[in-house]
């Protein structure tokens, strides 16, 4: 293959991923209209459990208390409430536990952050351990090349 046509191919890769770049960040800008109170009921929803399932989000679950957190949620996001205050209302009557992401202090920031510092110290742990490992440059004794010229003559 010429140099001609390995450039003009390195040419059209290259363009063929500036495109996909461009394209990329247009699509990931979201539209800049606020959400309507529907998308933020729905998004709320999808954050608290369902009291009763205790394994799913009351967007998820199909239990009677589900049904009626969701239509809760709907009446919080109408009387104007933020997002932050509809999952606040149902934190004082339930609990943290009510959220599927609860906040992260005390006992629950340290299941957060207890894989995360165990990783590191695996990775800070390797690194030493390959850099022990590492043969390094180290003059060969006289006897110890004589050792070994007498092995390969015989």
Same mark, same amino acid.
């Given at each position: 293959m010429s140099v001609g046509r390995r450039r003009?191919?390195?040419l059209?890769? @290259?363009?063929?991923?500036?495109?996909?770049?461009v394209a990329l960040a247009v699509g990931s800008q979201g539209g800049s209209a606020p959400p309507t109170d529907a998308e933020r009921a729905q998004s709320i929803s999808e954050v608290?459990?369902?009291?009763?399932?205790?394994?799913?989000?009351i967007a998820d679950s199909d239990a009677p208390a589900a049904r009626q957190g969701r239509d809760e949620i709907l009446r919080l996001v109408g009387e104007g409430l933020s997002d932050a205050e509809v999952k606040q209302w149902f934190v004082d009557r339930f609990g943290t536990d009510i959220l599927l992401d609860p906040p992260k202090r005390g006992v629950s920031a340290l299941v957060w952050a207890l894989p995360?510092?165990?990783?590191?110290?695996?990775?800070?742990?390797?690194?030493?351990?390959?850099k022990r490992w590492r043969p @390094?440059?180290?003059?060969?004794?006289?006897?110890?090349?004589?050792l070994v010229e007498r092995a390969l003559d015989q």
């Amino acid at each position: 293959m010429s140099v001609g046509r390995r450039r003009a191919l390195g040419l059209s890769w @290259g363009a063929m991923a500036m495109v996909l770049v461009v394209a990329l960040a247009v699509g990931s800008q979201g539209g800049s209209a606020p959400p309507t109170d529907a998308e933020r009921a729905q998004s709320i929803s999808e954050v608290v459990r369902c009291p009763t399932c205790r394994s799913q989000s009351i967007a998820d679950s199909d239990a009677p208390a589900a049904r009626q957190g969701r239509d809760e949620i709907l009446r919080l996001v109408g009387e104007g409430l933020s997002d932050a205050e509809v999952k606040q209302w149902f934190v004082d009557r339930f609990g943290t536990d009510i959220l599927l992401d609860p906040p992260k202090r005390g006992v629950s920031a340290l299941v957060w952050a207890l894989p995360v510092v165990s990783l590191g110290a695996a990775a800070a742990g390797l690194v030493v351990a390959f850099k022990r490992w590492r043969p @390094g440059h180290r003059r060969v004794s006289d006897s110890d090349r004589a050792l070994v010229e007498r092995a390969l003559d015989q």
